[in-house]
């Protein structure tokens, strides 16, 4: 699977719109691209995922770019409780590295009051 | 739904001793995966099982680590004798088997386990 490159660290004040950039410029063309976040002492919870086109739900949206090689995670009203690691990793979704995903050191987002 | 359930939720236990830690997937997820996380190695994949058949164990880091799955809603991961440095929070996730829009991992919320 694809590799992705984060920033370690962003921060962001609550209420405001908090974009996360990533990287992933070797996607081949069945690979996903998921978002994971991890507060902390918890287990990591799927956020949203997408292959070609953007992506919205209750929590996110993802913008991908037209080439594919890079994608934002946008939470458009950032609250203190979204602070927490957020993982960008490419997979495909089937096969057998079905599962394998690589998680990196993801992004730290910190909401400031 | 219950998402993934773990046990213990923390651990600590003498170097040496044999410890088990418990894991029952999402009710219908044909995959089952066994994660540890620790500051130094950030989040690796263990081994995942697939219909109860272990997959992939080629994360296992030696063999004092041994992983089964004796039925669809039951996994274990052993580690014995433990040592200090499998100090770590080991998660356990599970994921249906169809591929498509909407298929994820879910993660249960860990056990830690400290090997003093």
């Known amino acids: 699977d694809a590799k992705t490159t984060q920033p370690p660290s962003m921060d962001c004040a609550e209420g405001r719109a908090a974009n996360l950039p990533c990287n992933h410029s070797t996607i081949s063309g069945n690979e996903y691209v998921y978002w994971y976040r991890q507060i902390h002492s918890q287990g990591p919870q799927y956020i949203i995922h997408g292959l070609k086109n953007n992506e919205t739900n209750e929590m996110a949206s993802l913008i991908i770019t037209e080439d594919r090689k890079s994608s934002t995670l946008i939470l458009p009203h950032a609250t203190l409780r979204d602070t927490a690691v957020y993982y960008c990793i490419v997979s495909r979704d089937r096969g057998s590295t079905l599962g394998r995903l690589y998680f990196g050191r993801g992004t730290q987002l910190t909401v400031w009051p | 739904d219950a998402g993934v359930i773990q046990s213990p939720r923390h651990e600590v236990t003498e170097m040496g001793q044999e410890v088990t830690l418990r894991c029952k997937p999402i009710?219908?997820?044909?995959?089952l995966f066994w994660y540890r996380q620790t500051m130094m190695r950030g989040l690796e994949l263990l081994i995942y099982?697939?219909?109860?058949?272990?997959?992939?164990d080629s994360g296992m880091p030696e063999d004092r680590f041994s992983a089964k799955m004796p039925n669809a809603s039951f996994s274990t991961l052993k580690i014995q004798p433990s040592e200090p440095r499998d100090s770590a929070v080991y998660f356990c996730?599970?994921?249906?088997?169809?591929?498509?829009?909407?298929?994820?991992?879910?993660f249960g919320e860990g056990s830690w386990l400290t090997v003093v």
């Open positions: 996730a599970s994921r249906t088997g169809q591929g498509g829009s909407g298929n994820t991992i879910y």
């Open positions: 099982f697939n219909n109860n058949v272990p997959i992939d």
């Open positions: 009710s219908g997820h044909d995959y």
